[in-house]
């Protein structure tokens, strides 16, 4: 095994329980795809890491201790975390979650979900990718139910980005339950899946009580899963609007699992400032709009961003929203922090009275290491603006 000496900086991140190793702190490192004892500069073992490029970092550390990553040791780390989520296992009321997230589960590079009766695996890099007949045998070992398995490849170099892993293969669309409403999902047709599980909190807040008798507009809108959520909490009509033309469809298909009259609620594929200005025209307006963009977009016409552009979302939005009405802001990009996203929020609302009601995070099933706030990549605020 190669030995890596780390600076003092990176020693002391280590230390504090940072596991994920920025590209930045190793420049001009040759070794990639392999495991390698860490050590300080005075000598000092540190651990293990294995070094592999994804778009997240360099590679991730993985013990204090020396380990050999067998059969043995990825069911240990499956059969803990499976009992960490011993609540999600007895719900009537879900049947997709998060059963492994990275550093979360002290494993970086790796995610498995359950959607029902079967599993979907994302690698992050190649060294994971190498490691998955060892890493599927043990998950099988400890979850002998599961039907089958996919994989979604999330890095560059494989020539599929999704593809059957094991076992049954799934029906081509079939349906899920969350917080006890139906979402139709596909497990191979590229690295999507038709919902988003990380928004299991937001979806339950939708149907619970953020919903009831209001208009809803549901911006960068994927599936419309936070439209149907809202339905299924009692919101008088929806609008949901996405640039991707398979979006309608995809979302139709949701609310027809649950046996939803779609007549008050539309599906709009437009770019979403181009839907302002036609709201504009139109003179359409809402009680809630949810904001839920991609971290980085490209059209024809515009680049956007949510670390520079997102104060732009919430500026127009204002317009369309009702007196108290209620924006629910969302980013999933680990790049940006809590305080840099609200200062982002803040420059959009400039003067415009407002108020902070809830925060959201990630989900329990989606475990996060508490010692890097970047696990913790999920920011959704609800916010009362006072008109």
Known sequence: MNKLVVTPFIEKKIKKGVQLLDAHDFEGLSIDNQLVEVFSTAQQFLGVAYLSRQNKGIGWFLSHQSITLNDAYFKMLFKKAKEERSYYFQSDLITAFRVFNQDGDNFGGLTIDLYGDYAVFSWYNQFVYQLKEIIISAFKAIYPDIKGAYEKNRFKGLENDSAHLYGQEAPETFTILENGVSYQV??????????????????????????????????????????????????????????????????????????LDTSNHRFIVMDVFSFFKYAKRHHLSYDVIIIDPPSFAKNKKKVFSVAKDYHQLINQSLDLLEDDGLIIASTNAANLSLTQFKKELEKGFGNQKHTYESLYRLPSDFKINKNDERSNYLKVFTIKVNK
């Open 186 to 259: 596909f497990l191979n047709k590229g690295l999507m899946t038709g919902i988003f599980l990380d928004q299991h909190d937001v979806r339950e807040a939708l149907t619970t009580h953020l919903a009831s008798g209001k208009k809803i507009l549901n911006l960068f809108s994927y599936t419309a899963a936070f439209s149907v959520a809202a339905s299924m909490g009692g919101a008088l009509e929806t609008t949901s609007v996405d640039l991707a033309n398979r979006s309608k469809e995809m979302s139709e298909a949701h609310f027809k699992a649950n046996h």
